[in-house]
């Protein structure tokens, strides 16, 4: 049974930060990827952060410098550290798993497992 559950999500100003958590275990999704994807009304999704299995960080070409990944293997928890927020960061975001994970236009793609989202808020 998926188990990943987002929060953390909210309301900010433009130039804050949230970080998300993520309850996932990583026994769960052994051989998988995890991360994160947004979604927001009239866009497409996109992924922005995700960690392999065996430790490699990638992260979307409009996250980069901005968003931290991490993992707590000790909790089971996956983090999103979202600094320098813009209104075109808005958008639900989800915590996710995959077997393959690929790259196109600066997006990661290949989530295949996801939970129930949380919303981020980013006003100008």
């Known amino acids: 049974q998926v188990q990943l559950v987002a929060s953390g999500g909210g309301s900010v100003q433009a130039g804050g930060s949230l970080r998300l958590s993520c309850a996932a275990s990583?026994?769960?999704?052994?051989?998988?990827?995890v991360g994160w994807f947004r979604q927001a009304p009239g866009k497409e999704r996109e992924g922005v952060a995700a960690i392999s299995s065996d430790g490699k960080i990638t992260y979307g070409d409009s996250v980069k410098g901005r968003f931290t990944i991490s993992q707590d293997n000790a909790k089971n928890t996956l983090y999103l550290q979202m600094n320098s927020l813009s209104p075109e960061d808005a958008g639900m975001y989800c915590c996710a798993a995959g077997r393959t994970l690929t790259i196109v236009r600066g997006s990661l793609l290949g989530f295949e497992y996801w939970g129930r989202g949380t919303q981020v808020t980013v006003s100008s």
């Open positions: 990583r026994s769960t999704y052994w051989g998988y990827f």
